[in-house]
């Protein structure tokens, strides 16, 4: 695997009028439009490209402020680079921190 983290990123509140939702890769990019912050955990932390997985906990705002990311990377890195490279970015400017666990539930 490539480098771990992107060259350069913006994160911005996205524009209160924004309509979509968008996560765009093109070489050497990875542009996301007016998405929470819960729905770009989901993009980073699923497997394959579905965001099938269940996450508790985190501040109120996590499902209600939306943002806009522009992200450059050296190279074209492959959709697990690109989580990868998420991931390190949600560490470093959100504070993220994940804890997996597994839980028992009624079915």
Do not use: C, H
Not at 1 to 25: C, D, L, N, W
């Amino acid at each position: 695997m490539r480098a771990q983290s992107f060259e350069v990123a913006t994160i911005k509140p996205a524009a209160p009028e924004a309509e979509g939702q968008f996560i765009r890769p093109s070489p050497g990019r990875l542009t996301i439009t007016n998405m929470t912050l819960l729905q770009i955990i989901r993009f980073a932390y699923s497997e394959g490209t579905a965001g099938n997985i269940e996450i508790t906990g985190g501040p109120g705002w996590i499902d209600k402020d939306r943002y806009d990311i522009e992200a450059k990377s050296e190279g074209t890195p492959t959709l697990p680079e690109r989580k990868q490279m998420t991931k390190a970015l949600l560490a470093d400017r959100f504070g993220l921190k994940m804890r997996t666990q597994t839980k028992e539930v009624n079915v």
